[in-house]
């Protein structure tokens, strides 16, 4: 029997942006949480409570105000929960360089020849 000599890969948590279902890095993504206070954001990732996931763009934002963030927290957002979220989201940029939410599928050239 022979012992493995390799480096140990460190586990990476993953979790699931509420906005538009991409799967990343949990330290990638912002937590929200819901409180007995009401919903707020936890940039430490350790607070008390039920939480959500959403990208750093304004573009995934909007869409979890929509109502995908009220259902991952199993609540009703609040005028002041949300009017307190929506200003965050308001600082946010509409999206990153380099992402696109058009991406090219890769068949062109696949035309079939007469």
Not at 29 to 52: N, S
Not at 80 to 93: G, S
Not at 96 to 110: F, V
């Amino acid at each position: 029997m022979t012992k493995k000599t390799g480096q140990r890969v460190k586990h990476v948590p993953q979790r699931t942006c509420v906005g538009c279902r991409q799967v990343l890095a949990k330290r990638e993504l912002v937590r929200v949480v819901r409180t007995a206070q009401g919903v707020r954001l936890d940039p430490t990732g350790k607070a008390a409570g039920r939480g959500a996931y959403v990208h750093a763009l304004r573009s995934c934002w909007e869409r979890a105000l929509k109502g995908a963030l009220a259902h991952a927290l199993k609540t009703k957002l609040s005028d002041e929960d949300r009017e307190q979220l929506m200003a965050y989201a308001a600082q946010l940029p509409q999206e990153e360089a380099g992402e696109s939410s058009t991406a090219l599928t890769g068949q062109q050239g696949n035309e079939m020849m007469p």
